[in-house]
Every structure is written in C-alpha cells, then in structure tokens.
C-alpha cells in the first residue's frame, strides 16, 4: 500500500477537515506536517489514521501503518477497549477510549470467520480461524498476523475440546496474553487450561509452558511482561528459555476455595487485588512493588479512578472521564461473571461498604446492559455468548 493510498479501517466520528483555508492546510510543507503527524500518532493511533484521512497530501508525508510489521507498538490502539455488544452489522464494534471517554465504531470483516478469543493490552484481538489458526488482528489498522496452530499447542487429547462450543468461550479466553517486551514475540495465554504458549508471527509451533499448580489469579501482561500469581508468589515469565520467577513474595492466601488474586494495570501501576470470603466478601490491595520484590499494602486505587474486575481480566479507568455519579472513586465494580455479583454490584473501598442490586435482575441487565457500569462490567465478563448480547445505549453521548 503505497503512501498515497487509503488510510486504512474506517472509522466512524473521523473529524472532518478544516473548510477555512483549507488548500494552504493541504499544502503546509512536510516539515511541519511531519512534526505534527508524528506527535498526533505519539498520542493516539485512531488520531492519526483521522490525521490520514483529511487529504493525499497528508497522507504522502505521514507513515503508513501497513508499511510496518504489526507488532510495531506505535501504530497499537493501546487505550481502545473492545465493548461487547451488537451493533449495526454483526461485523461492527465499538471501541471506548479508557483515557478520554470517546466511542468509535469499527467494521471489522474479519470478525465473519474468526472468533474473539482475548483483547491484549496492546489493543489487538487475538482470533481463531476454523477452531485451528491463531492471528493477531490490529482493529484499526487491519494488520493481521499469522500465529502457529492452536493444535501444535494443545496436546492431542485435548484436542476435542476446539469442538466443545458450550465451553469453548472459558476454556479458550485468552485474557493475559499479549506482546513481549522484545517487540517482536507473542505470548498466548489460556488460563483455565494452564498453559502458556510463546511464539513470534510466522513460527511453525508454540513453545509451550504449564503452569506449576492450579492457579487462583486472573494473570496479566504488564510493560511488556507476563505476570501471574501461584503458591511461590507474583510469578514473572522470563524469556530464553520461558520460565517462570519469582517478582514479588507472597503473604496471602491464595490457595482456598474462595480466594483468588487479580492483578491489575491501574493506570500504569501494578496491583493485586486479593479477593477472599470469610463470612462476607471482602477484597485488599496491594502494590506490587518490583524493585524490591515486595507487595504493599494500599487502602487506596486512587480517588478518581475505578476498577471493573472479572474473573479473567480487569480495567482500570478514570472516572472524570464518565458523566458525573455514574460510578465512584476508589471502587471495585463486579463484572457478570464474579460469582459475588448475583449479591452486590461494586464493593467501595474507601468504608467496605457494598453498593447492593436493589432488585436487580442480573440475566436482563447482561442482555440488555442500561447504565455505563453494566456497560463496562460486561466487556470484561467470559462466558455469555454472543448472541445474548443487546444494544446499549448509555454511552453514546460520550
């Protein structure tokens, strides 16, 4: 795709051009256009395929995203979250800004042959085609890359369960994978099956790594690295060859039925929420602090931000970014599949209070989510197919 080409995935609310002036924008010299092309995709990639949108000129003198292999972190939607609901067209989504708050609608085609397997930090969907190829998908850009067969990393007697589809959602969720810090490796990570896989786009095979025991931790890519929590402690998977070490020592119970560990990506920082019931639920958090391989306690996310957690994965978000009093800092909202929120919807860290249902019925708010908490609680819950999925409505005026 040549430099005067199409920018790219479409993308719906692109900013249309400036009418005043507009032959002297278009004709600016590619010095400055450059410096501002290459500060708009330092910011934001959806900003820059918008930069490349406006006219020919700008898109001569602007990189092409296709030009580059797609693990190239710059033309990455890091702060896009995939929402789950239906929209206009089976093969259309919409994606929120976790750092502004915007919505998009994306056609994705390629969402006719492929299941969604995970949402990586990076903001690129991990698919599988036929129950049998892994890619790598850049929503925005539509960089796909080819990964090795998902059979050269399940062992043949596990193969049946690629047809099991009532169970393919949770056996195959995805969530903690994403690229390595080298830039140029893939980690795949399938919790329920405890295993992880390493390969870069274009290996014959996975390298495969079992976890040690079973595991009560939503695991997470952090930086750049694989981290999960296991009897030993928050666990680090070091490459050459994959293995996992100890980053932080553990002083909690993670090993009982009714206790689990999650970390988080809060804002930049990593956490660990320890999630336990003795009598009542109750949740601690806890920095993980890599320098000196400790966890801290903490009674604070952060005033002005809130954290969805599921069993899989979690998201961290700002809360000035939402309308006034649609969620409140310094609170852990469920997502539909924490076993807890048949009880309770949020649990307010500042006083350890709950935020109750108040006749709440949980099976319509996932069907037909109203309010923007149900709305983020649901894109990080696994396990509803996607067909009992409705339309939402609450954050189209962001």
């Given at each position: 795709?040549?430099?005067?080409?199409?920018?790219?995935?479409?993308?719906?609310?692109?900013?249309?051009?400036?009418?005043?002036?507009?032959?002297?924008?278009?004709?600016?010299?590619?010095?400055?256009?450059?410096?501002?092309?290459?500060?708009?995709?330092?910011?934001?990639?959806?900003?820059?395929?918008?930069?490349?949108?406006?006219?020919?000129?700008?898109?001569?003198?602007?990189?092409?995203?296709?030009?580059?292999?797609?693990?190239?972190?710059?033309?990455?939607?890091?702060?896009?979250?995939?929402?789950?609901?239906?929209?206009?067209?089976?093969?259309?989504?919409?994606?929120?800004?976790?750092?502004?708050?915007?919505?998009?609608?994306?056609?994705?085609?390629?969402?006719?042959?492929?299941?969604?397997?995970?949402?990586?930090?990076?903001?690129?969907?991990?698919?599988?085609?036929?129950?049998?190829?892994?890619?790598?998908?850049?929503?925005?850009?539509?960089?796909?890359?080819?990964?090795?067969?998902?059979?050269?990393?399940?062992?043949?007697?596990?193969?049946?369960?690629?047809?099991?589809?009532?169970?393919?959602?949770?056996?195959?969720?995805?969530?903690?994978?994403?690229?390595?810090?080298?830039?140029?490796?893939?980690?795949l990570c399938f919790y329920r099956l405890r295993m992880l896989g390493v390969a870069k786009p274009g290996d014959d095979r996975w390298t495969l790594l079992k976890f040690p025991d079973p595991l009560r931790t939503v695991p997470l890519m952090f930086s750049g690295r694989f981290y999960c929590v296991n009897?030993?402690?928050?666990?680090?998977?070091?490459?050459?060859?994959?293995?996992?070490?100890?980053?932080?020592?553990?002083?909690?119970?993670?090993?009982?039925?009714?206790?689990?560990?999650?970390?988080?990506?809060?804002?930049?920082?990593?956490?660990?929420?320890?999630?336990?019931?003795?009598?009542r639920w109750s949740y601690d958090v806890y920095r993980v602090d890599l320098a000196t391989g400790d966890l801290v306690a903490v009674n604070s996310l952060g005033r002005e931000r809130a954290l969805f957690m599921g069993m899989y994965c979690s998201l961290s978000v700002p809360i000035e970014i939402f309308?006034?009093?649609?969620?409140?800092?310094?609170?852990?909202?469920?997502?539909?599949?924490?076993?807890?929120?048949?009880?309770?919807?949020?649990?307010?860290?500042?006083?350890?209070?709950?935020?109750?249902?108040?006749?709440?019925?949980?099976?319509?708010?996932?069907?037909?989510?109203?309010?923007?908490?149900?709305?983020?609680?649901?894109?990080?819950?696994?396990?509803?197919?996607?067909?009992?999925?409705?339309?939402?409505?609450?954050?189209?005026?962001?």
């Amino acid at each position: 795709m040549g430099p005067g080409s199409a920018p790219g995935r479409p993308i719906s609310l692109i900013c249309s051009p400036c009418r005043v002036r507009r032959r002297d924008w278009a004709n600016l010299s590619d010095g400055p256009m450059g410096i501002i092309a290459e500060r708009v995709l330092a910011y934001d990639i959806a900003d820059f395929l918008r930069f490349r949108a406006v006219c020919r000129p700008w898109r001569r003198i602007s990189m092409d995203p296709r030009a580059h292999g797609g693990l190239d972190r710059r033309f990455h939607p890091r702060r896009w979250v995939l929402l789950r609901e239906r929209l206009a067209t089976p093969n259309r989504r919409r994606f929120l800004n976790s750092s502004t708050g915007e919505c998009i609608h994306v056609d994705i085609p390629e969402l006719r042959e492929h299941e969604v397997l995970a949402l990586t930090p990076e903001g690129l969907l991990v698919l599988l085609h036929n129950q049998y190829h892994v890619r790598l998908l850049n929503p925005l850009t539509s960089q796909l890359m080819q990964l090795p067969p998902i059979t050269m990393l399940l062992p043949s007697e596990d193969h049946h369960r690629l047809s099991d589809r009532y169970n393919f959602g949770t056996n195959f969720a995805a969530w903690g994978s994403g690229i390595a810090d080298d830039d140029s490796t893939v980690v795949l990570c399938f919790y329920r099956l405890r295993m992880l896989g390493v390969a870069k786009p274009g290996d014959d095979r996975w390298t495969l790594l079992k976890f040690p025991d079973p595991l009560r931790t939503v695991p997470l890519m952090f930086s750049g690295r694989f981290y999960c929590v296991n009897l030993n402690g928050v666990m680090v998977l070091r490459m050459s060859p994959p293995r996992l070490e100890v980053a932080a020592k553990l002083h909690i119970q993670v090993s009982r039925e009714g206790y689990s560990a999650h970390l988080v990506d809060n804002g930049g920082e990593l956490m660990l929420v320890h999630r336990r019931r003795w009598h009542r639920w109750s949740y601690d958090v806890y920095r993980v602090d890599l320098a000196t391989g400790d966890l801290v306690a903490v009674n604070s996310l952060g005033r002005e931000r809130a954290l969805f957690m599921g069993m899989y994965c979690s998201l961290s978000v700002p809360i000035e970014i939402f309308p006034s009093g649609s969620m409140s800092g310094d609170t852990i909202y469920l997502s539909f599949d924490a076993g807890e929120r048949d009880d309770f919807e949020a649990y307010h860290l500042t006083d350890r209070s709950i935020t109750p249902h108040d006749g709440y019925n949980l099976r319509e708010s996932v069907m037909l989510p109203h309010t923007i908490v149900d709305c983020l609680a649901l894109c990080i819950t696994v396990g509803y197919e996607e067909h009992t999925i409705g339309y939402g409505e609450d954050l189209d005026d962001f």
